[in-house]
T-cell receptor, first 116, second 113 residues
């Protein structure tokens, strides 16, 4: 079956430009997460969606970062006025909440963002 | 807040050597503990997990035991292979409302033939 997919796989942009990163979770997974993997900060949580709402945005590093999810499926992470410190691999993960509790998070391959 | 500390890498071993990667955590309550692995050029994937104290997670010859008394979840393998070369991440989740993962910094393992 299809796993979590992300696009683009690589994105090079100039400082000050806006970028959009896309995540397609596993079909039926209600929970969706964005993480960032960077040299200086390791792997850090950014935002969590349950359905279309985001009850935990505590990891977003600044107000230049925003995300939305539509139809309980696809999510878009938008970074406005990119800075060089935004360069990182952005990972998306999805999971299913069942009667037995939380299940494994499945990760996508990531989008490598380079800000020049 | 919750945090995970794991040993710095890189760890370089010869094939068939014994592997230990240390991981300790700080958390309130009773977190679930995980080891994730990232092979070269691939995405992050779950290697093993343990959800309560004294549980042992195991997969592909790797093992880790949830030790509440020492707040540790060390990863071990008795005989590593070249194909085990990867970055290993220790992580915890408090379950709760979001189940978000808190990761350690990752440990690069290089196994030489």
């Amino acid at each position: 079956g299809a796993g979590v997919s992300q696009s683009p796989s690589n994105k090079v942009t100039e400082k000050g430009k806006d970028v959009e990163l896309r995540c397609d979770p596993i079909s039926g997974h209600t929970a969706l997460y964005w993480y960032r993997q960077s040299l200086g900060q390791g792997l850090e949580f950014l935002i969590y969606f349950q359905g279309n709402s985001a009850p935990d945005k505590s990891g977003l590093p600044s107000d230049r970062f925003s995300a939305e999810r539509t139809g309980g499926s696809v999510s878009t992470l938008t970074i406005q006025r990119t800075q060089q410190e935004d360069s990182a691999v952005y990972l998306c993960a999805s999971s299913l909440m069942s009667s037995g509790g939380w299940n494994e998070q499945f990760f996508g391959p990531g989008t490598r963002l380079t800000v020049l | 807040g919750n945090s995970v500390t794991q040993m710095e890498g890189p760890v370089t071993l010869s094939e068939e050597a014994f592997l230990t990667i240390n991981c300790t955590y700080t958390a309130t309550g009773y977190p679930s503990l995980f080891w994730y692995v990232q092979y070269p050029g691939e995405g992050l994937q779950l290697l093993l997990k343990a959800t309560k104290a004294d549980d042992k997670g195991s997969n592909k010859g790797f093992e880790a035991t949830y030790r509440k008394e020492t707040t540790s979840f060390h990863l071990e393998k008795g005989s590593v292979q070249v194909s085990d070369s990867a970055v290993y991440f220790c992580a915890l989740s408090d379950g709760g409302a979001t189940n978000k993962l808190i990761f350690g910094t990752g440990t690069l393992l290089a196994v030489q033939p």
